[in-house]
Structure formats: C-alpha cells, structure tokens
C-alpha cells in the first residue's frame, strides 16, 4: 500500500489498495493497517470489516512484490527433497508443510533434486536468488544427509533426515518409541513368541528393533536371534521372512506375532501366512508400519499398523521455520523427535491358546 503497489495497479484494472479506501470511506492508512497486520489497537473492528468487505467486493489482494519490498521478506518458502516425489509419503509431508505455510500466508516453492547432490545445490542456490524467507530439506527415507551447500545462509530446518554435521534443527518419527509400541501392541494382546520381519541396518530398522527389543525385556520376554530376519523392505522380503519363520514349522515352536519393518513386508507375511493356511490373526497377529496409503487399509485382513508422521513432520519444521523467520533465530540444532501413532484394524488378535 505505497507507491509501489500504485504504479504496478496502474492502468492494468487491477483494484488498488486507495480503490478500497474510497469505498470503504476510510483513509489509505487505514486500508494499509489492515493488510499489514496493524490493526489491532488502530482501528475498530467495525472498520477493519468494512475495509475486508471491500476488498473482497473489488476482488483486491495486496501486492507481494510491493508487501515484500517493504519488509523485506517474499511470502514464500521453499522445500527441497531428494526423492520423496516417487515416496508413497510425500503427499502428507508436502500437505502438512504447504497447509502450515498457507495459514501463516506464506506460500510453499517445492523442487524435487531426484537425489542428485548438484541438483539440490542448484535448487537452494536458485531459492536463495529468489530471496525465499526460509528453506525445509526433506527426504524420502529417515538417514543422515549432507546439507546441501547454501543451506546455512537462510534460515533452515530439515524433515524426516538428520545432518551430517549436527548443524541444523530437524523433525523425524520417534523410531524407537515406536518399535516399543508395536511390540506392546502384541504384548497386550497375550503373545509372548515374537519374531521381527523385515529391514536392514539403516537407521529406522536399527531404532525400531532397539525400541521392540526394550519392551519384550520388560516384560521379560526372550527374543531369538533367529526370530530378526533382517530381509529388506519390499513384499518379497516379507514373504521370504515369513517363510523362513512359519514353514514347516510346528504350531506350538513358530512365533504367534510378527512385526514387520514396514507395510510392504506385513503384505509379504500377510501372503506368506494365506499360502500356509495360517489363519490371521487366529492363528498369527501381524503389525506393519509406516501406515501406507492405498495399501494397508486394503490388505486381507486389513493391516493393524504404526504410522510415520508424515503431516506432522512437515507441519512442525514449517513451523519451526516460521518461527524462525519471524524472530530471526534459527532454532537451535536440536532433533525434535514426533510420536508414531498406532492405527487399529484387523491383524492383530489374542495370543493363540494351547
């Protein structure tokens, strides 16, 4: 609302901030306080609805070149991933972030770098020419990351990955609080023979099986070496870990519970149990994770699962970043860590008896 905003107005028929303080029959000041964020303590509520009122009966919106001129800020953030638009996740992380921003009238610039390192040193140069307020680094799977060059020179927080060098604030799932609470979801249920299916030694599988190990010692329940089959992420690893468990095993020496790394490995064993005519979860209770979409609703029976915070992690480090924009600190390079909910459905029953 200066001359700025005028001279872009003029002569395009776009409505102009004086526009609405002619038919709001207030001053430019006034129209300018309202859009401004000033106000409270300067003008009526009554005076402050007549100028909306106004403003939307002309179709006006504030200019954001001329807003960020004045304060020096672009109204947008950008999101750098690597390669969570092929992730089956990216659309909560994304929502959560875009939604966050949008209510604080920021808008979100996402590029996707495919998880090329030049790219993503490409991207946030190309945000920091743009003069972005901040930058959110996601990526698709929890690991620790390089922070891409540039980062340091804006505000920044990153999501579902931690730094390298420890420099930068992040939000991840609490991994091994939920390998804890998918072991209790068996637990509670009376099994004592568990077995794990399913991961690797990323960092996920390594916190998820610590988590799952901690609550069978309290409650003083041995887990087998044997029983953590350590095959990957995909359905066959599943199949192939459930195999190796439930084949030609007897009924009263196979694992009455199963958690598995992610959905995927939970369909494998889901499959694996439907070939051996083992009823689930009659017989055997199967607990996924990660809650994926179109998928472990879906399953036969549907998948009792723990769910990544996807939406959440991309609402906490948008606010965060925020934050940070609106105080000038960054945050301090802590982790913040987000609970992992469970999601109930029909895979996990009682302990079989006898």
Known sequence: ????????????GRPTSRDVARLAGVSHTAVSFVFNGRAEGNLSPATQERIRQAAAQLG????????GLRSRRTAVIGLVTDEIASSPFAGRLLRGAMETAWDSDHLVLTVDSGGDRAKEDAAVAELLDRRVDGIIYAAMSL???????????????????LPEDDSLPCVVPAERAGGRTAARLL?????RRIALVGGEQDIASVERLRGFRDA???????????WVVRTGGEISSGYQGATRLLDGVPAEQRPTGIFCYNDRVAAGALHCAARLGITVPGELSVVGYDDQEHMAAHLFPPLTTVALPHREMGETATRLLLDAIDTGRTPPPTVRRLACPVVGRGSVGPAPTG
Do not use: F, I, W
Request: charged residues 35%; hydrophobic residues 25%.
């Open 143 to 161: 690991r620790r990351v390089r922070v891409p060059e540039g980062l340091h020179r804006t505000h920044s927080v990153l999501a579902n990955c």
């Open 60 to 67: 006006y919106r504030p200019d954001p070149v001329a807003r």
């Open 1 to 12: 609302m200066d001359g700025t905003e005028e001279k872009r107005s003029a002569g395009s």
């Open 187 to 191: 637990l509670d249920q009376g099994h």
């Open 216 to 226: 069978l010692r309290a409650e003083g329940v041995n887990l087998p070496k044997e």
